[in-house]
């Protein structure tokens, strides 16, 4: 999940106890502490304990599905987030960390319409916005690049495939 910002570290406590006020926030900081120390197979297994308790807890589920993501369990997460954005399509979080999922797997497309969602549930979300850019520019660096094995002289289409490969985050595939 590292080619997008997605909700991870700080703010992540700030959502999670921000949603659920029930859960102890000694509690999560304990989880957080967990998975800041790579310990995220226990800091799991701590977050599935609570949410057997508490199944419908929006932050618990939200921290369930990064840390699924972390342990690259990604169709787990994946369910997890789509989920949430159903049982809660105001919350623009599960559909950034969603988009940053699919944009890993280079499904660029599914990645592009969670985005749209986040951005319509909260159009102050900045990381969202900041992340559509980024599929954005990918899915041009893509297009640019297929024009170009049609037409590989054409000098324009190697200038905007050389700007827009600048924008792309360097770490997606080309």
Do not use: C, W
């Not at 972390?70 to 789509?82: G, Y």
């Not at 024009?147 to 590989?152: D, G, S």
Request: glycine share 4%; proline share 5%; aromatic share 6%.
């Amino acid at each position: 999940m590292s080619l997008f910002r997605s909700l991870l570290s700080s703010a992540l406590l700030v959502f999670v106890t921000t949603l659920h006020s029930a859960v102890a926030a000694d509690e999560m900081a304990d989880i957080q502490r967990m998975q800041a120390s790579g310990q995220t197979q226990q800091a799991l297994q701590r977050v599935e304990g609570l949410l057997a308790r508490k199944p419908k807890d929006a932050g618990l589920r939200f921290l369930s599905g990064v840390l699924l993501a972390e342990r690259q369990r990604t169709a787990e997460a994946l369910e997890v987030f789509n989920r949430l954005s159903v049982d809660f399509p105001e919350l623009p979080e599960p559909y950034n960390n969603a988009a940053a999922l699919y944009a890993a797997m280079g499904d660029f497309d599914r990645a592009k319409t969670s985005l749209e969602q986040a951005v319509r549930a909260n159009p102050a979300f900045s990381t969202a916005h900041e992340n559509l850019g980024d599929v954005y520019a990918m899915l041009a660096s893509l297009s640019y690049a297929r024009a170009l094995r049609i037409e590989p002289g054409s000098t324009g289409l190697q200038a905007k495939l050389a700007l827009v490969r600048q924008l792309a985050p360097s770490s997606l595939p080309r």
